[in-house]
């Protein structure tokens, strides 16, 4: 089939090897989904499942089916036109890129200073280092990761592997606790609680601001784009989307486990509660390093995703191109100075989480309205079950947030 799209190429604005494209989607996929499992994630999971029980299985299972519809609409609307989302945006109503890039780069900043803060709290459980000093250590990792030779390719390979960490370390506390599967099933399809907070929060935390872009924006970055490479997009989004689920789920059974057994999770620190009371010490450690290669993999994800959202040109004199180590680094260092002289971010992370879960029908909705511009995606169709699943999104999501916002007590 004939290409329609009249994108110019994208340019990399740092040094990649030639990739195979499967390569390069698989690098797409773990980067939106170890974007979207860091400290909040962790945080968000361990407090609902303490407060909710079983009932929060009803929660992840729509959160998987958001995920989804979000995640197939975003990367297919971003690779089929060519165009990162906020130049889409400023196509289908002019200006409109520069308001969804200051929502994605303000959230995507917020969520670092607790990704730098998680990492530094996983530097504090594992080594006893002051967690503001293992921050400063953390940050310093992720810029080096960031300005190497070949740098995109050493990011995918750094979270690919910090991912295999996490999942080796669920399967480790799950082994070693009694699972209560029928109940935590039961509940997921009948749920007797449903509390549009935690929805809306993990939803936001999952695929909301940022972490619905980064595959994406990673995709075009490698080169990937037009629809001709439609199979790279399914491919990529439905691995990172189930790695992802899976690592929500096993925490969340993990988290059951404990709460049903008589336990009552620590508010101050909800996840290290699960893995100390699971496997003592030694779960408190596992929990450490869960935590580090949390706060890393999504330190690198907001900052490669937010970073990506400031180029608005295809030159690769622009800018940003231009000075994209500098921005790089500004970033990180902003972001862990905060936390270095502001302290534990723990409340924070759930806060921003559900402000992500806000905006994420926004920016949903404008890409949705660009994927039916003919002056934007030439003769492309977007499927209609895209379509329709992709507004019934924006609409629960958005009820959903009036829902949370108004049961808020100021």
């Known amino acids: 089939m004939k290409e329609t799209s ?4 994208t340019p990399t604005p740092v040094t990649e090897k030639k990739r195979s494209k499967f390569s390069v989607a698989m690098g797409a996929a773990f980067m939106m989904a170890m974007a979207a499992v860091g400290p909040g994630f962790l945080t968000q999971t361990a407090a609902f499942t303490g407060q909710m029980g079983a009932n929060f299985g009803f929660a992840i299972l729509l959160c998987i089916i958001a995920d989804i519809v979000v995640q197939l609409n975003i990367w297919r609307i971003i690779i089929v036109s060519g165009k990162r989302a906020q130049v889409l945006a400023n196509e289908v109503v002019p200006g409109l890129g520069y308001v969804l890039t200051a929502l994605i780069v303000i959230g995507g900043f917020c969520f670092n200073i607790g990704n730098i803060g998680g990492a530094g709290l996983g530097l504090n459980v594992l080594f006893g280092i002051e967690p503001k000093y293992g921050a400063l250590i953390a940050a310093a990792a992720a810029i080096i990761v960031f300005v190497v030779k070949n740098a995109m390719t050493v990011v995918d390979r750094t979270v690919q ?6 999942i080796l370390i669920l399967i480790y506390i799950l082994s070693v606790t009694t699972v209560p599967v029928a109940t935590a099933i039961s509940h997921t399809f009948m749920p007797t609680q449903v509390n549009f907070y935690s929805i809306v929060t993990i939803v936001g935390g999952t695929v909301g601001g940022y972490i619905s872009f980064s595959g994406g924006h ?3 970055e490698g080169g990937v784009k037009g629809r001709e490479n439609i199979k790279y997009v399914n491919e990529g989004a439905l691995t990172g989307i189930g790695v992802a689920s899976a690592i929500r789920i096993m925490l969340f059974l993990a988290g059951l486990a404990v709460v049903v057994a008589g336990h009552t999770l620590n508010p101050a620190n909800p996840a290290a509660s699960i893995f ?3 496997a003592g010490n030694f779960g408190y450690k596992f929990f450490g390093l869960l935590l580090l290669a949390a706060g890393m993999t999504s330190t690198l994800g907001s900052t490669f995703t937010s970073i990506s959202f400031l180029n608005y ?3 690769k004199e622009s800018w940003v191109n231009k000075y994209h180590s500098a921005l790089i680094i500004t970033f990180i260092l902003a972001s862990t100075l905060i936390f270095y002289f502001v302290g534990n971010p723990a409340k924070v992370l759930i806060i921003v989480g559900a402000l992500n879960g806000m905006i994420l029908p926004i920016a949903l909705a404008i890409l949705l309205v660009a994927a ?8 492309y169709k977007h499927p209609k079950w895209l379509l329709v699943t992709g507004w019934i999104v924006v609409a629960f999501m958005a009820y959903a947030a009036f829902q949370s916002f108004a049961s808020i007590k100021l």
């Open 161 to 166: 592997c910090l991912a295999v960490i996490k």
């Open 313 to 315: 040109s295809q030159n």
């Open 276 to 278: 100390q009371i699971a």
């Open 218 to 220: 990673r995709l075009l």
């Open 6 to 9: 009249q994108s110019t190429p």
């Open 372 to 379: 039916v511009k003919k002056s934007i995606m030439g003769d």
